[in-house]
Every structure is written in structure tokens, then in C-alpha cells.
């Protein structure tokens, strides 16, 4: 068995893919890279080829008809051998030092009796069209440098959450899971990361900028016109998102796990009510009042807590002042946190 695998979805990748994979490959045979070639129509598959050709105890190739990022995910969790698995994007990389610290943990892990569920690391936005660098850690929520569980971790501010450049899990807890994300679908790293949770009982937080996710070219899905024209992928996200578990009964079995998924939910409606408030078309209004309903359908209690408690959750504001208020406070978030 290797350590861990590393998937790689890669469309059209040719013009960077060589960077994530040569960031990867020092973990050595440790490691294996597995580069599902989504359908490419570019030299993206013969470059797999390439790499599987010079390191083929590291890397295999998936060559497969075109069913988005979230099918090359899929993919790549079918044919894994590692114990854990994490996803790395064809455009994004990882840090060398902070790697080799990861890889020594990971190490650690596989000889224990039973191994830590779910690493947590730091990720590093890199912003190509201003050349700046924003860090996002979680040192003033989960204990660094102990196997805990959620009774340890704290509360999450209201804009953060676990992505899936910051987590890596053992493989058999994302197969547990069931995890079989939806073809043809942006955005389906939120339920890559959120389905699992209920499965996770040890966590490790590793204060190490890890991830290095390269963000500003115009063609990235959380590019805010993609996201736009893109809402109702987002919508059908959330919506598998918060009609995915009885919460009520995970809050009877762990009150923290629980205030942690609620806090996920807060986000993940969050996001399309802004969106489609920044459209301001009556066609996306009335989408997200239909987003709301559903979530009152499906559980009144939690409806009423995004709506009115969690602190996030601005972006519902009546009529066309309160939607100037959301779409300025977006800007303004925007601006300094440069999400997309």
C-alpha cells in the first residue's frame, strides 16, 4: 500500500500541469499520482503519458471520456491504493518544505494503531493578477501539533471553513462515505469535503502552508461571472449539501461536530444568495427565494438558524436597499480577502 495518493483532474491542462506534478512527485515511492486526463483535447493526456512513462512506480494515467472535475475525482478515489488521499488541481502546486513535513506526519500515522482520519493544513491563495499571497490557517480553531477530535476544535469565523485544498483524508473513511460526486458539476469540492465529516473521529492540524492554490485566471470556476452563469450547479450543490443528513440526530451524537456542519451549511447558502443577489435579475431572486423555501421543507429549525442566528448569513436583506447593503459588503470582502 502507498502513503498516499495524490489525484490530479486534469481538462485542457497542458499549459500548467507540469508545475502540480513535478511539486508532487519528490514524496518519492511513497507516494502514487494518479492524472485522470478528463477528456482532454489538448496535449494534456500525452504529457500524463510522459510522466507515468519516467516515474511509473509514482504515477498512473486515467485516461476518460469528459465528465467533469468532480467525475475526475471519482476516478481517482476508484483507483487508489494509499492510505490517505488528497486532491491537488491541475493549476495549483505544493510547497516543498511544507510537503516534506506532511509526508513525515503521514509516516507517523500509518504506523499507529488507528490512523488520524483527517489532516488539516494550511493553503496559500496566490493571486496572479496583483502577484500578492493571502494564508489561510486555523491556528485559533483546532489544537496544532495533537491528534484531537471535534470535541477540540472551536469556533470557525464566519467566513471560514474546511476546503478541500486544506484536508486530506484516509482514503477508507472517503469510501465509507460513499463519496460519488456528480458529473459534469462545479463546485463539487464542497461535498468532496462535507460528506465524510460524520465519519471523522481524530483530526491533526499541521500549521504548514501546504497547498499553494493559484487563483485569477478568467476561465476558473470561481470566477464571478462563471459563477453567476454557472448558479444553478452551485444551487444544485447546496441543496444535496443540506438535505444530506438528519442534523438533529448528529447533534445528539456530537454537539461540536454538529455546530461545525450547521456553520458549513451557513456558508454554502451563503454563497448562491449572494450570487444571485449581485445578478439582481427577478428570474435569480426568485431562485433564491425558492433556495430558502426549499431549506424550510426540508428542516424549519435549521432554516431559522441560517437565516436569523448565524452571523454570515447577510445576504437575504428585503428589497432593493438591502440588496445594495449585501452586493457592497461582498465588494468590500471581496477586495481584502480576494476569494476569486
Same mark, same amino acid.
Given at each position: ?20 506534478? $513535478? ?26 503519458? %510522459? ?74 491563495? $496566490?493571486?496572479? %493578477?496583483? @502577484? ?11 489544537? #496544532? ?6 470535541? @477540540? ?26 463519496? $460519488? ?25 499541521? @500549521? ?20 453567476? #452563469? ?52 427577478? $428570474? ?41 447593503? @449585501? ?7 471581496? #477586495? ?5
Amino acid at each position: 500500500m502507498k502513503l498516499i495518493t495524490f489525484a490530479v483532474p486534469c481538462y485542457n491542462s497542458a499549459a500548467y500541469m507540469r508545475k502540480c506534478i $513535478e511539486s508532487i512527485l519528490p514524496g518519492g515511492e511513497d507516494i502514487e499520482i494518479i492524472i485522470v486526463d478528463d477528456g482532454s483535447t489538448d496535449d494534456t493526456g500525452r504529457i500524463a503519458d %510522459e510522466y507515468q512513462e519516467m516515474y511509473p512506480e509514482i504515477v498512473r494515467v486515467v485516461h476518460q471520456q469528459n465528465g467533469g472535475h468532480g467525475e475526475g475525482v471519482n476516478q481517482g478515489l476508484r483507483n487508489a491504493t494509499g492510505l490517505y488521499y488528497k486532491v491537488v488541481d491541475s493549476d495549483d502546486w505544493l510547497d516543498a518544505d511544507a510537503y516534506c513535513k506532511a509526508l513525515k506526519h503521514l509516516r507517523t500515522f500509518s504506523q499507529m494503531e488507528h490512523p488520524v482520519d483527517m489532516m488539516v493544513c494550511n493553503y496559500v491563495y $496566490e493571486h496572479v %493578477e496583483d @502577484d500578492t499571497r493571502h494564508v489561510v490557517h486555523y491556528r485559533r480553531i483546532i489544537p #496544532r501539533g495533537q491528534v484531537c477530535s471535534w470535541q @477540540d476544535v472551536g469556533w470557525f469565523p464566519p467566513s471560514q471553513y474546511l476546503l478541500m485544498h486544506s484536508v486530506i483524508f484516509r482514503t477508507q473513511i472517503l469510501r465509507d462515505a460513499h463519496l $460519488e460526486l456528480p458529473k459534469h458539476t462545479f463546485y463539487v469540492d464542497n461535498l468532496f469535503v462535507f460528506t465524510p465529516l460524520p465519519l471523522v473521529k481524530s483530526i491533526y492540524y499541521l @500549521d504548514v502552508d501546504l497547498y499553494r492554490y493559484f487563483i485569477g485566471r478568467s476561465d476558473q470556476s470561481v470566477a464571478e461571472d462563471n459563477i453567476i #452563469r454557472r448558479i444553478d450547479q452551485q444551487l444544485l450543490v447546496t441543496r444535496k449539501i443540506i438535505s444530506m443528513y438528519d442534523f438533529s440526530a448528529i447533534k445528539e451524537e456530537n454537539r461540536r461536530l454538529y455546530r461545525y456542519m450547521v456553520h458549513y451549511c451557513s456558508i454554502m447558502m451563503t454563497v448562491p444568495s449572494m450570487f444571485l443577489t449581485l445578478s439582481g435579475t427577478e $428570474e435569480h431572486l426568485q431562485k433564491r427565494r425558492e433556495l430558502w423555501e426549499y431549506l424550510y421543507s426540508l428542516d424549519a429549525k435549521l432554516y431559522r438558524r441560517l437565516r436569523y442566528l448565524t452571523p454570515n448569513v447577510a445576504f437575504v436583506l428585503p428589497g432593493k436597499a438591502g440588496r445594495a447593503m @449585501d452586493v457592497a459588503g461582498y465588494r468590500i470582502t471581496r #477586495r481584502f480577502i480576494k476569494f476569486n
